[in-house]
């Protein structure tokens, strides 16, 4: 159904090739799945599926792709919509209505189909998104998971033979993400669709695909195998994979299940050794979470700790703050400060205010009640060039933030903005992700790369105060392990950090605290194992398969088995 017949892909002006020599074949009917370290040229081989490659980028495609037959090169991407459904990383780029409604039915529309079918493909769709409270939002007011979904339903909609889906689970909450999966799972169970997925977060997807296709490093030939094969030899791989790899299980588990079925002995070696988790980082202050009693809106699954006598000295302070977007309240009555050293993960469904709370932080948005204090300034009536040696944003959507023409200028400009010393911002981007050059357009950039640079950005003003929303998306785990190494380094040096995430593992990883939100209010709050352990969604790995011990993280058994000696753990 997809072929690639020795394609290269050369962009304008670069020395090599993208990527080189691509054989795969993708039968009818089945889902792989593309995996590979940031910028190794995922994006740019469905890009050459949907047909975006080259005709909307540029560059130069040597070779043959064909989907259903046609050749994609001959074929713009219009002249395929009837075969490829495409979601892309940056969904707001492909919306060409304005309402959830519109957007839904466009690709049908376009294609002619009977009213009544439109009608009940809508329906269906709203339903299985969870989107029918949103049917009739303007599509600008959407968060960043609620923008995903829709982009996933309108191309689900049309019922293409093929779908294409670039990161399609990065802005989803860890239960929608799931659902949207078996979704997928159904089609090409049932109607033997077609699809061509990148992921980043394996530990979400390894289990639905039929094949997977590593492209390992740029310009390296496809390795194409089962799920367990290639993740024999991958390097990048879930932690679940991580942890069979360090016990030496084979063959190799792909599942929570799998790996639980396998782990008995490994538990028992783990029973009784001590672990050093994130809720433990050496000397971070107590924390917080006060207020004055709210309005019971919904039973509280976690007890508010007594209100703090003092919160002078801490980078942020929200008291009972409410904001209002549109007429509707989208945080009522949060409560919450972060201390100096202080990592906290905002987690919670999509739409549950994460990125407004980070938005009142950096006075983006105003306060319709109660009071925000960043370093002891209200961020909404503080100008911004104050504002940035208290706290710095990375955003969702890092473009926002970058407005250079090339890598070079953006981080002169960072470096000069900040006052650091010339450099700063550039040593910050080859830490984090190796191989950036300086003259490329930050449009060009991978969507890894480009978040890089926008966290090299913020980093370089080194604000007192953090903030990151959802700040892994298109990040390899080498690179996510990397960015936890720095965020924990300015964590040790006394900045706070506060990040919206989805990504159960990295919360797992770098944070001493977890905050959920539900519907605009915090409904848990406390150290991250015992938040995470308690909760089946936001649980990483390496917590389900180890339960009821309670380990987060493949580092931390690794530390503790090496530290136990080649005999293992107390055996009780
Ligand atoms: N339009 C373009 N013009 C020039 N270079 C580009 C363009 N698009 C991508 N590139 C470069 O091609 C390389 C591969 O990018 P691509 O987006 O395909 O990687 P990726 O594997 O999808 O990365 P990620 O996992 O970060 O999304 C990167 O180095 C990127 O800078
Ligand atoms: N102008 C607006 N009018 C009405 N509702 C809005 C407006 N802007 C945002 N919202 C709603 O506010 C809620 C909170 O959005 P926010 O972006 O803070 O959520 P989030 O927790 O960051 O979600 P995600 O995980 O999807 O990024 C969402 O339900 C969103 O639809």
Redesign the pocket.
Known sequence: MIRFEDVSVTYDGAPEPTVRGIELTVPEGELVLLVGPSGVGKSTLLGAVSGLVPHFTGGTLRGRVTVAGRDTRTHKPRELADVVGTVGQDPLSHFVTDTVEDELAYGMESLGLAPDVMRRRVEETLDLLGLAD?RD?PIS??????RQRVAIGSVLTPHPEVLVLDEPTS?L?PAAAEEVLAVLQRLVHDLGTTVLMAEHRLERVVQYADRVALLPSPGAPLLLGTPAEVMAVSPVYPPVVALGRLDGWSPLPLTVRDARRRAGDLRNRLRGLPYEGPGAPGPVPTLSVTGAAAPARRPRLFRRRPPEASVTGRPAVVTGLSVR????E?LHDVTLSVAPGETVALM??????????LSALVGLVPPSAGSVRVGGLQPHRTAPGDLIRHVGLVP?EPRDLLYADTVAGECAAADSDAGAGAGACRDLVSELLPGIADDTHPRDLSEGQRLTLALAVVLTARPPLILL??PTRGLDYAAKSRLVTLLRALAAEGHAIVL?T?DVELAAELSHRVVI?AD?EPVADGPTAEVVVASPSFAPQVTKVLSPQKWLTVSQVREALSASGPAGGAQS
Do not use: F, Y
């Open positions: 949103l939002r007011t959407l968060s960043g998971g609620q802005a909450d977007r549109g007429r509707t989208v919670g469904r999509n739409g549950a205010g994460k990125s407004t709370l969702q929303d959802e919206a989805h939100l605009g």
